[in-house]
C-alpha cells in the first residue's frame, strides 16, 4: 500500500534539515513497497506548497531541484499505489483542500463513502481537481477547522465521519508547526526523535533517524509538533497508554517488516490484503463494483466466459471457474493465455473473457485480450496494477487493492484474485438474476469472516515452518485436491518448484489412479487438500480414499483438513487445521500453509526467496 511520511522539527537551518528532504529521504526509504507517484508538501512563509509527480521519486526530485528556498518546520509526503483514479500527477497525493488550498493531506486506504461526501463537498462549492476519494477527505477536514478553528479538532471530526480504512495526515497554514494524523484499519506509527518527531506507514520511514517508537491504535488522532505528540479518540478523549517501544531492525530488516523476505512479509498480509479487496463493494445490500462499466444488458446477454491468465493467476482463475458456473450457471473455461490465441478460439459478442493479472503487464495474457477484443469479446482485467496496459485495453476492470507486491512468487495477489473473482462471480449472478439478494448477502457475510480466518490459519504457522525445515532435503513433493482444492494442489507445487527448485506436481487427485499413483514410493511426501466434510459429503469421502490410496503405497501424507475433521486422523501421517468455511471459500485458507511451506523450506535452504533463478517479476516477453 502507499507510504507515507510526515516530519515536524525545528525551523531547518542546514539545507539537509529541511522538512521537504527529510520528507523525500524517508519517501526513498519506503520505496520497497512500490508506487506509481510521489508527492511532498510543506507549510512554508504561511501557505502550503505541495509538488507531486507521477511516476518514480526521481521525477519529484527534479520538479523540486532548484528550489532552496523553502523551508517551513512540517512536512508531509507520500507514494502513491493507485486506487481511485489513474497514476497521473494530479492524482498524486498531498492533495490541497479547503476554499483556498489552505490545507494538504495525505492518504493511505480506501474512503468507501467518499462518492457521498464528494457529492455533498461539491455542492458546499469546493472544488475537486482529482478522481481520488482522497480529495474528499481533504475538504472535508479543511470544512470542519472552519468551524473548529483547531486542526486536531477538525481531523477528529472529519476521521469519525469516514467511512473504509484509512490513514490521514494533514498540515494547515494556519498551524505551521504541526502535522495531525488519524487512523483506522490501516498503520500509523510515530518516530519519537529529540527536537524533531516522525510520522511514518511503518517503521522504515525514519528508523535511520530515531529508533524510539509510538503505536497509535485504532481510531485515533495524533497530533505531533518538534517538541510533543499528543494522541486523542475519535471521541475527542486522551489517550494516556499508547505503547512507546524501541525498533530493533536496522533499515533492511524494517523495510521487511522484520520478516526474513518479502514474501514472508507478503504471506503474512494476507488477512488485511483480502479485506482490502473486499472493502467498499456492499452498499444498501447490492454488490457495487465500481469499475464495471459495462452495461448490465450486456453482462445479461453473455453465453461464455472465457478466463485467461499465466501461472498463479491461472490458478486462481480456474478456482473461479467453480464459482461463476455454481452461481451463475454461465460455461467457464479456463486457458493459459499463451495457448488462448494460438488455437483459433471460438469467441463472440456474447463471450465475456476475463483476464487475470497481477502485474497487468504480461505479455501473454496482453496479447490474449488483443485477440478477445478483435473478436468483439467484451474483456473484464482483474488486476493489482492501475494504470498498466491490460486494465487499459480492456472493457472494464476490477482491482485488487493487495498494494504492491514485491517478492517474484506470487501469494497476496493470489488470494485477492481469487477474492476478486468471487465478487465478480456474484455481481454476474446479482446482475442476472441467478441469487436472490438474501443469498448474495449470505455469501457474502462469510466471505467478509475470511480474513480473520487466514489471520487464524497465519498465527499457527509454526507447525508448517517445522514440517518444512524438516524437509529441506525433500527432492520430490505431490500435492492432490479435487474441486477448489485442485488449483490448490497446482498452486502448491508451482510455489514449491519456483522458489525451492523441488520437483513438485499438483494433481486432481481422482487423476491418480490414471497414471500419477506410478510416482508413489515409500516415503514419498503427498499433500492433499480435503474439503470440508460439510454439505459436499460425496467429495469428502472421495478425498479421504485417495490419502488412503496413496498412504497403502508408502506415501508420507501431509493433510490439510478442515477443524473437526476426524475423518481423515486414521490416514494422515500430519494434519494441518484451517477454520471451517464454505467449500468454495476454503481456496482462500487451504493454499496458506502451502505458501508458508515452501517460503520457509527454500529459506531453509538458503535460497533468494524473493529473486528466485530464471524468474522475473513481471514478463513482459511472449
Ligand atoms: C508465480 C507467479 C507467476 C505469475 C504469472 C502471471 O508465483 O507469480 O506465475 O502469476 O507470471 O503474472 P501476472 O499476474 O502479473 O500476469
Redesign the pocket.
Known sequence: MCGIVGYAGPQAKAPSSRPVDVALQGLARLEYRGYDSAGVAVIDDGSVRVTKRAGKLANLRAALEGDTETTGRVAIAHTRWATHGGPTDTNAHPHLGGREGEIAVVHNGIIENFAHLRAELEADGYLFASETDSEAAAHLVAREMETAGDLTEAMRRAAASLEGAFTLLAVHRDAPDTVVAARRNSPLVVGLGEGENFLGSDVAAFVDSTKEALEIGQDQVVTVTADDVRIIDFEGHEVTDAKRYTIEWDAAAAQKGGYPSFMAKEIHEQASAVADTLLGRLEDGALQLDEMDIDPSVLRSVDKIVVV??????NAGAVAKYAIEHWCRIPTEVELAHEFRYRDPVVTEKTLVVA???????MD?LMAVRHAREQGAKVIAIC?TRGST?PRESDAALYLHVGPEIA????K??LG?IAACYLLGLFLAQVRGNLYPDEIAALMGDLEQIPEQIQQVLDSSAQVEKLAQDMKDATSVLFLGRHVGYPTAMEGA??LK?IAYIHAEGFAAGELKHGPIALVEEGQPVFVIVPSPNGRHSLHSKVVSNIQEVRARGARTLVIAEEGDDAVLPYADEVIRVPATRTLFAALLTVIPLQIFSCELATAKGLDVDQPRN?A???TVE
Open positions: 491468465a499465466c501461472g498463479t493467476a491461472a487475470i493479472s497481477q502485474s497487468g503487464e504480461t495474457t493489482n491490460i517474484v512468487a506470487s501469494t495477489a493470489y484474485q508451482l510455489k519456483e524468474l517479476k513481471s514478463v
